[in-house]
């Protein structure tokens, strides 16, 4: 099969006028891999989502957020293990991959990490998703959970 550019272009022509982008994140946040990359795992979503709340965490509180939605207990009864393990994933592969995609940026010295550039994409990405996606995982993140369940 031969390739129609002509045809490609009707193919797009037609899809624009559906209207379904408008609910969508630009073309220019979607074309981007690294906001993919960034949102492929849950605990990067996760991380990204406390990013949505405050720009720089240190790796520790992370480490007990993330902890305490995978278990579903409030902050202050996460285990020292369930913390370590989490702690472990984030240093030496979540946050890594973060950075190499310029989202995050982690002070090795303070061992906290901060918004980068691309950070705004991939936020924006994630917040043009909706909480459809991870509701409970967003209102953790955003320390709602933790409110409720000591309430």
Not at 68 to 93: D, I, K
Not at 99 to 120: G, H, K, M, P, R
Not at 128 to 140: F, K, R, Y
Request: aromatic share 4%.
């Amino acid at each position: 099969m031969v390739d129609d550019p002509t045809r490609d272009d009707d193919v797009q022509s037609g899809s624009e006028s559906v209207g379904a982008e408008r609910d969508l994140p630009s073309r220019e946040i979607l074309e981007l891999d690294h906001v993919y990359e960034a949102l492929g795992h849950s605990r990067r979503r996760y991380l990204c989502y406390t990013l949505l709340e405050r720009a720089e965490w240190s790796l520790t509180d992370l480490a007990t957020k993330i902890a305490a939605w995978e278990n579903g207990v409030p902050e202050h009864a996460v285990t020292g293990l369930q913390r370590e393990r989490v702690y472990v994933a984030l240093y030496h592969t979540h946050v890594p991959k973060l950075a190499d995609d310029d989202v995050v940026t982690l002070d090795e010295s303070t061992e906290t990490i901060v918004a980068a550039e691309n950070a705004t994409q991939v936020l924006a990405a994630l917040e043009g998703m909706g909480t459809t996606l991870d509701s409970n995982q967003e209102t953790h993140a955003r320390g709602e959970m933790d409110n409720d369940k000591q309430r």
